[in-house]
């Protein structure tokens, strides 16, 4: 794999880098988000190491800038633990959050957890209708009544988890765990919150997503 690095800190790059090339894979290193806006932009990468806060342009933006074309797989590296620097992370699509200070081989192991479940996501290719909710799991595309609806990069990833897992009882932890991809240490509104803006999103068909009073979720057609 060609991951990229990036990080204000040349220490931190370093070693990184001397994890992820012991693994057998390709290293870049870009020393602020601007650099690596760029470098995405001429290049392609299988997946992003971002530091949050950085000069000329902090990981947030460049995550977004980069996402505007390519689809990247991202795990976020930063001091800033709260809830509500994790929630926008995961709202702008990036797919694991680590904080600092870390141990290298945690955040081997991460990698290897964004990677194996890209992996299954693109295993299926099927289009499910339930009703007049239609999900395209290749094209990552959910119509309601013939209508597009527009769902952030997370509320794809629940609603697909879901319906994979149709009928199947579903804990806030086991959603936090396979969709976000991390321990999460706070409560486990992030899931709730999720699912709300997602029922939003499917109006007449939010009946299909369950909630198990004390428990979590499931999806039942």
């Known amino acids: 794999m060609k991951i990229l690095i990036v990080d204000d800190e040349e220490m931190i790059r370093g070693v990184l880098r001397e994890y992820v090339e012991f693994e057998g894979n390709e290293a870049y290193e870009a020393a602020d988000g601007m650099e690596a806006v ?21 990981g947030f933006s460049a995550v977004k800038e980069i996402k505007k074309s390519k689809d990247i797989p991202v795990i976020m590296l930063s001091a800033r633990g709260e809830e509500y620097d994790k929630l926008f992370a995961f709202e702008i699509g990036v797919d694991d959050y680590v904080t600092k200070p870390f141990s290298p081989k945690e955040v081997m192991a991460r990698i290897n957890a964004v ?23 290749a094209g990552r595309n959910v119509y ?3 209508a597009k609806a527009e769902l952030t990069p997370k509320e794809y990833e ?20 396979d969709v ?15 699912i709300k803006m997602l029922r939003g999103n499917l109006k007449d068909y939010r009946k299909f997503i369950v909630t198990l009073r004390g428990l979590g979720y499931k999806f039942e057609a």
């Open 158 to 177: 629940l609603l697909f988890y879901l319906v994979r897992n149709k009928g199947i009882a579903l804990t806030r932890e086991k959603l936090l765990y």
């Open 115 to 137: 990677t194996k479940r890209r992996m299954q996501k693109n295993v299926g290719n099927e289009i499910l209708k339930f009703e007049g909710l239609e999900i395209d799991m």
């Open 144 to 146: 309601v009544d013939g």
């Open 180 to 194: 976000w991809g991390f321990d999460f240490y706070g409560d486990d509104r992030t899931v709730d919150t999720h």
């Open 38 to 58: 760029k470098m995405c932009r001429e290049g392609d990468y299988d997946l992003i190491l971002m530091d949050v806060m950085m000069p000329h342009l902090d």
